[in-house]
């Protein structure tokens, strides 16, 4: 995926211009700066959800995966249907052991019954992270994907995001603290 | 016409469009208008009544005229994305709106003295209070959503949708009063417009829409203005209306 | 199969979020009550009045549905994440559609001359009102979600929505209406059904194929 000399100026503040970007098979692609430099804007603008002012974005597979501030799982549904409901999305079957897999490494075993709306806020994050899993996206954009999980869900979710990498997938992350990535390629953004 | 896509070379090639249709416009709707209210001889069945038949005719076609180039606008957004055509919405709207209005209240007070009631659902009048709700719908709709881009769109597809919409209330009114009710108003039936009424209203059409065109280029003018508040061009512009 | 899915998704929603989603038909039956039971001792020809109240009933019930028809997926940001799937944006859209056709639409379109039958209205006369809104009632639907998913999260509904949307309903309200009225007189009422038959291909050809770029565009805010 490339960005190419993308303008961005919502209302009269500038957020970026000129900006390029491009992010390769393997990567890990950080994010970082001050609250309200454009990350998250960014980030969407990336996914397709928000246009840019100027610019190109050339995205060589689709779909990918977002997981922005919202969890994007349906509240009144239980966990396992809204894993069902991203598979359906994407046009396979949910594989059930592989859900059970996943279910069981994030400890959300014993909730997959229950409803979204019952389970914590760390909780409802590893089932978005789960879904993330579940739809074999190459790309993943994650804006602030550690927010409201505990430590061992952070370490958990590093690793996977490590994994997702060196098996050829590619991962953009907006994130505000320090970074969790060694071999990370950092992109500082800046109130200009 | 390329160049008067680019916003700099619209605002600064159009100044003097706007006082030239601005002066043609009155001039042309005062004459049309003091020939038709005081020198013309009163209609043979309503009196004076008719004379705002002046004011009326001119403005209906016009509320529909630019209802009509809202659509056309917003299928070239939509298509080509051509940022004036955003402009040009965004600025016929308002006018489009007052230009409705003024049909709607004139059209009731020539209702009065000829058929006796300010109010009759006819289809014309039918199809003309749902133009206004429309303009008034693209005019909200513009004002809640905060993202220019976004609302240009949504302004479009509404208009496009309305365009399409209209004609078939039109004539699903037609088709409903028939059923319910004998036509029983027939404006120009059996009236002939005589040549000596033609001149003075082919002049005011005329400069109502030649003052329409104006008042759209100026709206225009202002928002290029506005929405290219930074660019140094502008500058200059706005340095001197602060003065 | 995976339009089978996303449709019992749908339901599922509906049905667990409970009362809330059952508010407009119980606003239905009792508007239609209320018009019913005013109007009785006023007008001379029962049926053909209660067959213009079931049908304006029915456009306002659907503003009343439709406001929630986006919102919920819009709040939780699954909306969000089906957008970004461009293939499977249009069936989703198809089952969120169908989806509230069913929770609105079949039962007014069996609530309608039901209601008719109970006031005395006879049972071709109730037939002829089912007829119109089984074909009136999908277009309404049509309509109401183009319009509404104009207005995705912005924060404002109903009232909105009202100015917005009762001008693309007065083709359907009065043709599906007129139908019913020319079979009360015995007139012929063919060409009016081929309107509504018209308005209906029209909008359900259309409007799913529109739904998946205006809600994509709706998440930019």
Redesign the interface.
Known sequence: MTVTDLHCQPGSQELFNGLCLSIVAGEVCELRGPNGCGKSTLLRIMAGLQQPDNGKITRFIEPLGYLGHKFGVSSILTVRENLQWTSTLCGNRLDSHRAREFLEKFQLLSAANKSIQELSAGQKRRCSVICLLIGNYKLWLLDEPFSSLDSSGEELVRELIQDHCRNGGSTVIASHSESRFANANQVELGIS | MHRLASPQHFFLDTKMWVVWLYVVGIIGLLVGSIWGLAFVPPERFQGDSFRIIFVHVPVAIFAQIVYISLAIAGGVHLVWKLRMADVYMAAATPVGFWLTALALGSGMMWGIPTWGTPWEWDARIVSTF?LL??F??LI??RQ????P??AT??LS??AI??AI?IP??KY??V??NT??QPASIELFGDISIHTIYRIPLFTNIASVFILTAGIILANMRYLTIERN??KTWVQPWIQGRDQ | MRLWLLYRRELLIEIRSGVESFIPIVFFILVVGIFSFVLNEVVSNESKVLVSVVWITTLFTSILSLDNLFKRDHTDGTLAVAVLHSDAVIALVVAKLFGHWTLTGIPITILGPLIGLMSGMQFEHAAMLGLTLLIGTPTITMLGALVTALLVGLGRGGELLTILILPMYIPILLFGMGVCHLYIDSAPYTSELLWCLALLTGTITAIPLALGPVLKLSQDS
């Open positions: 749902f709700i429309l008034l719908g909200v709709l809640v959503i905060p993202n881009a976004r769109t949504a597809i509404l949708v309305g919409n078939i209330i699903s009114v088709w409903f059923l319910h508040a930074s």
